[in-house]
């Protein structure tokens, strides 16, 4: 360390003394160095106290911020392991997220909510296949600002049982006299958890191979 140098000259017979096989010093070491280094001063030229008292302000403020990062680590050791914990309980569940695509499973239905900053007229659900194509458009009329919820029943514009698969659900309203896009938030199942530990990050996996980040979750039922 600079502090270590800047006390123990090459022409102080005390550092010959210094053998150490780490490369970092403790403070009792450090302690140590100082004993001997006002043992061994060169009389003609002694430490000035205020650089013998700045060099241990130093080791002192370094040592402290050593001792933060420690605890830091464990804090964050801490929330991982209890996020961890928050998303295993949520394997099963369905939980709502912003993103436009849903998977359909027969005999069920997608639920959504739609974020509006202000109110908007003639608002529609466009749901579309996996090619793109048009399967079913949902009329929810006119909305207010804040949270509108909807549900698609799965039944196509021939009135028949669409199959299972993804469908991406897309929102257009009038607000203001144009045609504008409403934010969508879609409930998924979720289906497992994935935990990285190197990065300390939890990820939940929903079906259709997709994944999301616990911090994205809205709501959950």
Do not use: C
């Amino acid at each position: 360390m600079n502090t270590v140098e800047q006390i123990f000259s090459p022409n102080n017979s005390a550092s010959a003394q210094v053998n150490s096989k780490n490369d970092e010093l403790g403070q009792e070491d450090f302690l140590k160095l100082l004993v001997a280094q006002l043992k061994n001063q060169d009389p003609s030229n002694p430490v000035e106290n205020s650089e013998f008292l700045g060099q241990i302000a130093q080791f002192s403020m370094v040592s402290g911020i050593d001792s933060l990062g420690v605890s830091f680590d464990s804090v964050a050791s801490s929330l991982f392991s209890t996020q961890a914990m928050q998303a295993s309980q949520l394997v099963g569940k369905d939980i709502l997220i912003e993103t436009n695509t849903a998977d359909l499973t027969e005999g069920e239905s997608i639920e959504g909510v739609l974020e509006s900053t202000t109110s908007a007229s003639s608002v529609k659900i466009v749901i579309e296949d996996e090619s793109g194509l048009l399967v079913q458009t949902l009329d929810l009329g006119n909305i207010g600002a804040g949270s509108t919820k909807f549900a698609w029943n799965g039944i196509d514009s021939e009135d028949t049982q669409a199959p299972s698969g993804a469908y991406t659900l897309r929102a257009e309203a009038f607000v203001d006299g144009s045609l504008q896009g409403v934010p969508i938030q879609i409930f998924s199942r979720v289906q497992s958890i994935a935990v990285d530990r190197y990065n300390t990050s939890v990820s939940l996996e929903l079906s259709g191979n997709r994944s999301v980040g616990i911090g994205q979750v809205r709501e959950f039922k």
